[in-house]
C-alpha cells in the first residue's frame, strides 16, 4: 500500500470513528457531561500512554502556550458535553447535521482573528444553512426536544470552530496527540466536579462503552487523522471529514434503528452541502494565494 493511500485509508477510519462518537450519546446511559467526563479520562490516559512509549516529550515550549492549552481544553470541554447533549435530545443523525454547521461558523468567527470581512459568497452559503436548519425544526418552540436538540448542536458547533481557530492561530506546531493530551486533561478537570452519577454508581456496561468511546472512538481516530495528514493535504482531509454527518447517519440507522422525515434528510443535504463547498472554496482560496 502507498502512502498516499495508507493515509487516505487512516483518513477515512479517523472520520468513521468521529461519526460513530455520536452513537454513545443513545448507548451510555449516563448524562451527556458524565460521559464527557468519563470519556476524556479514558482519553487522556490512552493518550499519555501512546506518547511515552513512543518516548515523545510532553512539556509546552512556554508559559503562554500552557495558557492556551486551558483555553482549548476548557472550549473543547463545552463542545463534548454540547456535543452528546444535543445527539440525546435530537437523535444521532440530526444532532450530526446540527453540529455540522461549525464550518461556516467558522468562516464568520475568522475575521475576529484576522481582521477579514467575510464575502458575499459566505453570507449566501450561511442563507443555506439557515435554510437546512430550518427544515430540521420540528416546531419553533424551545420546549420541544427536538428543536432545542438541534440549537444546542449549533452551539457545540459554535464552540468546535472557536476551538479550531485558536489551535491554528496558536497551536498547530504541535502534534495531534499532543494537543489532545492537554484538552482531555483539562476538560477533565473542569468538568469533573460536576459529574451527577459517581465512578462507583457506573454500571459495568456503561465502563465498557466509556473504555471504547474513549479508546477506540477519542484517541484512535485523533491519532489517525494527525497521520494521515503527513502525505495528505488540509484540502482533502477537509472534504472527506464532511463524510462524518454520512457516516453517522448510517450506523444510527443500522445500530438504533434510527430514521428521519424526508424533510430532515432535505434539510441535512443543503447543511452538508454547504460545509463541503465552504471547505472546498476556502482551500481553493489558499492555494492561489
Known sequence: MKAQQQSLFYLHSAVLLFGGTALFSKLIQLPALDITVYRVAVAFL???????????????????EYAVAILLG???GIHWVTYFASMQM????????????YPVITVFLEPLFSKQKPKVKDIFIAVVVVLGIFLLIPEVSLGNETTLGILTGILSAVFFALRNIVHKNYFSHYSGPHTML????VAFVMLYMFVEVPVSQVSDNDWLLILLVGIVFTATPHALFASSLRHLSATTAGLISCLQPLYGSILAFMLLQE????????????????AVFETWSISKEKTKN
Open 46 to 64: 490512552t493518550l499519555l500512554a501512546l506518547l511515552l512509549v513512543q518516548r515523545k516529550k510532553l512539556t509546552l515550549a512556554s508559559q503562554k
Open 74 to 76: 476548557m472550549v473543547v
Open 90 to 101: 435530537a437523535g444521532v443523525t440530526i444532532g450530526i447535521i446540527s453540529f455540522f454547521t
Open 182 to 185: 492537554y484538552q482531555t486533561l
Open 259 to 274: 430514521r428521519v422525515s424526508l424533510i430532515s434528510i432535505i434539510g441535512g443535504c443543503l447543511v452538508v452541502s454547504a
